[in-house]
């Protein structure tokens, strides 16, 4: 290691652990902080205790346009743990499903009209509205930013047998909000990431999933990486405030006290959890503020561990008609080739869960099986054998008209000072691929210092 400066990053989210592989892979000295006993943030397996079974915290699907997430998988060595289906299912009550192509001319057709009862009049309108909204995500109108998704939908003229199949539902899961009060500047922004890309790769982004569970994914592999390169990894470690002397930083003050010395560090928490961390930054009102008014928004999960097979097509559905109270069903059987010994294992996600989050859990339970039994003929007599209710009121930042423009960048007045994670300016909403994003950018800026910017003490090189 011949850069004796010590590198800081608070937060073991997605953003702080990339922060930190690829800082160590550059050869720095790192020390991460986290404030909890695991690391993976927002990401990570959940134990069940009674069943010994360790399904997520929720579903983490992922797009074959998040190259950032892809190069952190590269370099912790779990890139082969996602795939993507050529195919997604939609499922309508009653049990009615279509399939839609996620590649090729068979995308191209589901974009025009999935739905199983649009019209040839309907179908034409769809295309002429995605035409037009293509457009409008690269030559974007000025007043998007003030208007909601649905508005939009409605200006474009998106007839709704289209919004029912399949753009409602994308919004919902791009930005975790319902359409009626989502930016339509931030669906607008991540669709033109995703055409960009969809040209860069020469094929349009798609959807997969990973076939494991998220600590496999994401933790195990960081921590071989930090066992390599000697990355210390402090639990429990809740950082209280960055110390900046003379435009610099000089280290981190914990909660209890104490102080981590640290030449650089970057701050990779999330904005909910700021807190004071930054009161020395001379910009620190503006962030909070920005901070404070993105806010968040509720997801619920919930697995359900059934006593039969609900019959699906695909490892992932889509319940149409079912915003606010199910968006997908996800079969662990077909996503991770689990057994059933514990039952059949389905994991239901609720985006935008305002109502649900209040809930008592088995209300929730009752609603969601009510709402399967809708949607899949098998699940008339099923029987729930155990369920686990994960309410996450602070699911993500919130992306509602109003909040575009206030993500801050990684980049403070403070060059030893970063920003990363999922909240600061990217090209995506509030996903993995944002938070490793922000990470690269964040790591990118301190790697670009030059050496004479950080100050270091002669006594805390190594060997001397
Ligand atoms: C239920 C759910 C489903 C989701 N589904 C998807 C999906 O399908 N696809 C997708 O791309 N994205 C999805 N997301 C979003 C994605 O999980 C997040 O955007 C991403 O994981 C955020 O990573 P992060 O590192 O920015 O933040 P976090 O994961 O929140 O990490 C921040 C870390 O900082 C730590 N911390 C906070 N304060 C301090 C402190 N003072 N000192 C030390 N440590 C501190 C926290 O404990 C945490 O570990 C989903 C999120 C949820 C909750």
Redesign the pocket.
């Known amino acids: 290691m011949n850069d004796p400066r010590r590198y800081v990053v608070?937060?073991?989210?997605?953003?702080?652990l990339a922060s930190a592989v690829w800082l160590a892979e550059a050869g720095k000295r790192v020390t991460l902080?986290?404030?909890?006993g695991r690391?993976?943030?927002?990401?990570h397996a959940l134990e069940v205790p009674s069943l010994r079974d360790i399904p997520d915290?929720?579903?983490?699907?992922?797009a074959s346009g998040y190259d950032h997430l892809f190069r952190y998988l590269t370099s912790v060595g779990t890139r082969q743990y996602v795939t993507f289906p050529h195919r997604g299912v939609l499922r309508w009550p009653g049990g009615r499903t279509t399939t839609m192509g996620t590649k090729g001319i068979r995308a191209l057709r589901s974009l025009f009209g999935a739905h199983p009862d649009a019209s040839l009049g309907d179908k034409l309108r769809a295309a002429a509205a995605t035409a037009r909204l293509g457009y409008e995500c690269l030559r974007q109108p000025a007043d998007l930013a003030e208007i909601s998704t649905e508005q939009w939908f409605q200006r474009i003229g998106m007839p709704a047998t289209a919004r029912e199949a399949l753009w409602d539902w994308l919004a919902l899961g791009i930005a975790a909000e319902p359409v009626r009060q989502e930016s339509a500047k931030v669906f607008a922004d991540v669709l033109a990431t995703g055409i960009r890309l969809g040209v860069k790769h020469r094929e349009p982004v798609s959807i997969g999933y990973p076939t494991t569970d998220l600590d496999t994914l994401f933790v195990d592999g960081a921590l071989r990486v930090f066992e390599r390169y000697g990355v210390e990894v402090q639990y429990r470690?809740?950082?209280r405030r960055i110390l900046i002397e003379d435009g610099t930083v000089t280290g981190v003050r914990l909660v209890e006290g104490d102080v981590v010395p640290a030449d650089a560090v970057v701050c990779?928490?999330?904005n909910s959890?700021l807190?004071g961390?930054l009161d020395q930054l001379p910009e620190h009102d503006e962030i909070y503020a920005a901070a404070d008014k993105l806010g968040y928004t509720p997801?619920v999960?919930t697995n359900l561990y059934l006593d039969r097979p609900l019959g699906t097509e695909g490892a992932m559905e889509a319940l149409i008609g079912g915003a606010g109270i199910i968006d997908e069903v996800f079969d662990r059987q077909r996503m991770h080739g689990r057994g059933t010994l514990n039952g059949w294992l389905y994991c239901l996600?609720t985006s935008g869960a305002y109502e649900q989050i209040h809930k008592p859990h088995d209300v929730v339970v009752e609603e969601q099986m009510a709402l399967l039994r809708r949607y899949y003929p098998e699940a008339a007599d099923a029987k729930v054998l155990h369920a686990q209710v994960v309410p996450?009121p602070r699911?993500?930042f919130s992306q509602v008209v109003g909040t575009d423009g206030l993500r801050p960048p990684q980049r403070t007045s403070v060059p030893t000072l970063v920003l990363a994670?999922?909240?600061t300016r990217t090209d995506w909403s509030?996903?993995?691929?944002?938070?490793a994003q922000s990470a690269a950018r964040a790591v990118d800026l301190l790697l670009k210092l030059p050496a004479p910017a950080l100050a270091f003490d002669s006594h805390d090189r190594p060997g001397e």
Do not use: F, K
């Open positions: 608070i937060g073991g989210g997605l953003a702080g902080l986290e404030r909890r690391l993976g943030g927002r990401t915290n929720g579903q983490h699907v992922i470690a809740v950082a990779a928490v999330p959890y807190g961390l997801i999960s996600t996450m699911a993500t994670g999922d909240w509030a996903t993995m691929e944002s938070a």
